[in-house]
C-alpha cells in the first residue's frame, strides 16, 4: 500500500519538477562524459606523441575488446601474432614461459617497445622479457604495432619497427570491479582481481589488479609459477593530470631455452634437452618492477606538456647444470636498476600538429656467478653502465587532400663496462650518436581512400652481448676478440614504405610495400651459446622487401572476418660462415618466413553466445644464412577457435588451441646431430607448439 501511494504520489506531482529534474540529470551527465573525455586526451598525451595516428604509415592498433576477446593469460608476443609480418614462439610450447616474437624476420631486441610512452626495452641488451610482468595484457587498452622505422618514440631504435602500449585509462573507465578466472590442460591456472573506482566527482580515479598464474608448460619441465600487480591512480583536473603507475612481477620459470634435436622430437615431441624427469628441472628467478609519476598541463586546448619520471628494478638468478648436475650448477646472477624522464609538448590544430619529445636515461646492470651448493663465493662480479640522450620533432600539415609529414630524431648512447676486480682486465666504455630523419605524405583520395608514401633513417647500437659475443663476463682470454668495444659496428636501415587505407562502413583495408637496405646488419648466424644468448655478428649489406595486407569485412552484423599477410623477400649480399670459412652470396636471412598469413571469423550467433575461430600459416624458414635445406624450420598451418557465453557482467570463454592438432615447429637453430659417430655431424634443433589444448576463462563483473 506504501509503493502505491508512492506511485501516485509521484504521477501527481508537477510536470514540470520532473522535467527539471530530467534536465539536470542529463545536465550532470553530459558534465561527467565532458569531463571523462577532457581527462583521457590528457592521461594519452605521451602515447599520441610516439605513435603515428596523425599520419599515415604502415600499423595495426589492437583494441582492447580485440586483446580481450581471445585473451586467457597468454603471453604478450603471442596475442601480437594478430598484426601482419609477426611471428612469435613460446619456449615452453605453451602460451607462458619465456615468450618472443619477430616482426618482419627482425628479433624483438630490435623493437622499440613503450607502454605510456616509457621505454621498456631493458637498455644493455635491448629486449624485453614478458614473462616478468605476467597477465601484462589484462591492463593494457590498445595496443599499436608500427611496422618499419615508423613515428619516432623514446627509447632503442625503432629499427624493424615499435610496439605502443597503452594503460587503462584510469578516469574514462566505469567504476566497478571484475574477477577472472583461468583453468586449462597442463596444470594451467590463473587468477585475476580487478578494480576501479572511474572518475569521482573530486577529481580523482584508481585502478588495480592483482594476478597469480601456474602451468607445467606443454614442454617437460617448462612451468611457470608468477604473480603480478598493476596499480595506477590520480589527480584529473580541468587543465592538470597527475598519475602514478605501479607495475610489478615476479616469475620462476623451468628453463626450457634450449630447443630439441628433430630425432628427438619425433620420439618424444615434449622433449626438454635439460631433462624430462621433475628431479632434473632447472629453474630461475626473476622480479621486475616499474614505478611512474606522470604529469601533464593543458597550456591550451590544443596543446599539451607532459612529463613522466619513471624507474625500474629488476633482477634474479638462474642455473645452468654442471658436470653433475644440479648439484654443481652455475648459478648466474643479475641485478638492474636504471631510470629516466621523458617529456612530450603536443599540439594539435585543425590542420596541423606537432609533437616535441624528449628522454634522458641512466642504467646500470650487475653480472656475477656463484656455483652451486655454495653460493657465498662470488667466480666473477662486473657491471654494464648506459646512458642515453635523445630528442624528436614530428609535424603534419595538411592542405586539402594531401599530408605532408616531417620528423626527425637525434639519439646519443654511451656504454661503459666496469670488469671483475683482479680479471687483468682494463675498464672499456664506448660512445655513439644517430640522426634519424623520416618524411612523409599521404593523400586523401576520397572519404574511404587514403594513399601514403614515407621514407626514414634509423641507426642503432649493438648491444653488449652482440660487443662481448653473448659472453656475460670478459677475461684477459676472452679480452683478445672483444676488445676494442668497436669491434661490432652500429647498424642502419634505409626504409621505403607505399601504401593505401581503405575505411568503409562495413569493409577496411590497408596494403603496403617495403624495401628496408640494410647496412652493417648486426644479423643472427643461427647459434646460441650456453646460457641462452643469441649469437650474432655484422654483416655488410642486406635487405628486405615484401607486401603486407590487412583486411577486416563485416559480412553481415553478425558475421565479421579478418586476415592479414606479409610476403617478404629477404637477401644478405655476402655471408662469411665462420666454421668453414666459406663465402656465402645472395643467401636467404634466417627465421624469415616468405609468406606468414591469419585468416580468421567473428560471429556473434545471440546476444550471448559468439564464436571465433583463427588459422595461421607460416612457411618454411631458414635456420642458417647459407640456404642448406637441411636446417629449416618446416612449413606449417594451425586453427585455434574459441566459444563465449554471456549472462548479464558474466561472460566464459572456452578456447581450443590447435584444433587440428598438427605437429608445429616454430623456431630453432643447427645442433650436433645426436647419436652420430661422426662429430661433425649436424641436425636440426626446434622449438614446438603445444599439442590440441583446451583452456577455459570465466569473468565475472561487479
Do not use: C
Request: aromatic share 10%; charged share 20%.
Amino acid at each position: 500500500m506504501l509503493a502505491l501511494s508512492f506511485v501516485l504520489l509521484l504521477h501527481a506531482a508537477p510536470q514540470s519538477v520532473r522535467a527539471d529534474t530530467t534536465r539536470a540529470a542529463a545536465d550532470s551527465l553530459a558534465a561527467d562524459s565532458t569531463r571523462a573525455r577532457r581527462a583521457q586526451r590528457l592521461e594519452a598525451v605521451q602515447v599520441t606523441a610516439v605513435r603515428g595516428d596523425r599520419v599515415a604509415i604502415p600499423e595495426k592498433t589492437i583494441t582492447r575488446a580485440e586483446l580481450q576477446r581471445r585473451y586467457t593469460g597468454q603471453e604478450t608476443p603471442i596475442l601480437l601474432q594478430a598484426a601482419p609480418g609477426i611471428t612469435a614462439y613460446s619456449e615452453s610450447g605453451s602460451a607462458s614461459n619465456y615468450s618472443y616474437m619477430r616482426l618482419r624476420g627482425i628479433d624483438q631486441t630490435r623493437i622499440n617497445i613503450t607502454l605510456d610512452g616509457i621505454p621498456l626495452n631493458e637498455p644493455e641488451d635491448e629486449g624485453l622479457y614478458f614473462s616478468n610482468f605476467p597477465d601484462f595484457a589484462n591492463s593494457i587498452a590498445s595496443v599499436q604495432v608500427q611496422r618499419g622505422v615508423g613515428s619516432s618514440t623514446h627509447g632503442v631504435a625503432s629499427y624493424a619497427g615499435s610496439v605502443s602500449f597503452e594503460s587503462v585509462p584510469v578516469a574514462s573507465v566505469a567504476p566497478g570491479a571484475e574477477l577472472q578466472l583461468t583453468r586449462g590442460a597442463y596444470a594451467t591456472s590463473r587468477a585475476s582481481a580487478v578494480y576501479q573506482t572511474g572518475l569521482t566527482g573530486g577529481g580523482f580515479a584508481g585502478y588495480v589488479r592483482g594476478s597469480a598464474q601456474h602451468t607445467d608448460g606443454y614442454r617437460a619441465n617448462s612451468g611457470n609459477r608468477s604473480q603480478s600487480a598493476f596499480a595506477s591512480g590520480g589527480w584529473f583536473g580541468a587543465r592538470d593530470v597527475v598519475k602514478a603507475t605501479l607495475l610489478a612481477g615476479i616469475s620462476e620459470n623451468q628453463q626450457a631455452y634450449l630447443a630439441s634435436p628433430l630425432s628427438v622430437l619425433e620420439q618424444n615431441p615434449r622433449d626438454n634437452p635439460y631433462g624430462n624427469t621433475p628431479a632434473t628441472a632447472v629453474g630461475d628467478r626473476f622480479h621486475q618492477d616499474l614505478l611512474s609519476l606522470a604529469w601533464t598541463h593543458a597550456l591550451a586546448p590544443a596543446l599539451s606538456l607532459a612529463t613522466t619520471a619513471y624507474g625500474f628494478d629488476a633482477g634474479g638468478w638462474y642455473d645452468v647444470p654442471g658436470a653433475n648436475g644440479l648439484a654443481d650448477a652455475s648459478n648466474y646472477n643479475l641485478h638492474s636498476r636504471w631510470g629516466g624522464v621523458i617529456s612530450a609538448l603536443d599540439w594539435s590544430g585543425e590542420a596541423a600538429s606537432a609533437s616535441l619529445g624528449v628522454h634522458v636515461s641512466r642504467y646500470a646492470r650487475e653480472h656475477f656467478l656463484l656455483t652451486r651448493p655454495q653460493l657465498d663465493t662470488r667466480a666473477y662480479d662486473n657491471t654494464g653502465y648506459k646512458g642515453e640522450q635523445s630528442a624528436f620533432a614530428k609535424g603534419a600539415i595538411t592542405r586539402g587532400r594531401v599530408t605532408w609529414s616531417g620528423d626527425v630524431q637525434l639519439r646519443f648512447a654511451q656504454f661503459r663496462y666496469r670488469p671483475t676486480e683482479g680479471a687483468g682486465v682494463a675498464p672499456a666504455s664506448v660512445r655513439w650518436s644517430f640522426l634519424n630523419p623520416k618524411a612523409g605524405v599521404s593523400v586523401r583520395v576520397n572519404d574511404a581512400l587514403t594513399a601514403f608514401a614515407t621514407a626514414g633513417l634509423n641507426g642503432r647500437e649493438p648491444t653488449r652481448a652482440d660487443m662481448f659475443a653473448g659472453a656475460d663476463d670478459v677475461d684477459s682470454v676472452t679480452a683478445r676478440s672483444v676488445f676494442p668495444l668497436t669491434r661490432v659496428r652500429p647498424e642502419s636501415v634505409r626504409d621505403l614504405e607505399a601504401g593505401a587505407t581503405w575505411r568503409g562502413a562495413t569493409f577496411s583495408a590497408q596494403a603496403n610495400l617495403f624495401l628496408m637496405q640494410f647496412h652493417d646488419e648486426i644479423a643472427p648466424i643461427g647459434a646460441i651459446n650456453e646460457i641462452g644468448y643469441l649469437l650474432r655478428k655484422n654483416v655488410d649489406r642486406s635487405v628486405r622487401r615484401g607486401v603486407e595486407g590487412d583486411l577486416t569485412w563485416r559480412v553481415t552484423p553478425r558475421v565479421t572476418t579478418v586476415a592479414t599477410v606479409a610476403l617478404t623477400d629477404t637477401r644478405i649480399h655476402e655471408y662469411v660462415d665462420d666454421a668453414s670459412g666459406l663465402v656465402f652470396r645472395n643467401v636467404t636471412a634466417l627465421l624469415t618466413p616468405k609468406v606468414v598469413s591469419g585468416h580468421g571469423i567473428r560471429t556473434e550467433l545471440a546476444s550471448w553466445l559468439s564464436f571465433d575461430a583463427d588459422g595461421r600459416y607460416t612457411s618454411r624458414m631458414m635456420l642458417t644464412n647459407t640456404n642448406d635445406a637441411r636446417f629449416v624450420v618446416p612449413a606449417s598451418w594451425y586453427a585455434d577457435a574459441g566459444l563465449t557465453l554471456r549472462a548479464g557482467r558474466a561472460a566464459v570463454l572456452v578456447q581450443l588451441r590447435n584444433v587440428f592438432d598438427r605437429r608445429v615447429y616454430t623456431s630453432g637453430y643447427p645442433g650436433p646431430a645426436v647419436n652420430s659417430t661422426d662429430p661433425n655431424a649436424m641436425e636440426p634443433y626446434y622449438y614446438t607448439l603445444a599439442a590440441r589444448n583446451l583452456t577455459v576463462n570465466a569473468r565475472l563483473g561487479f
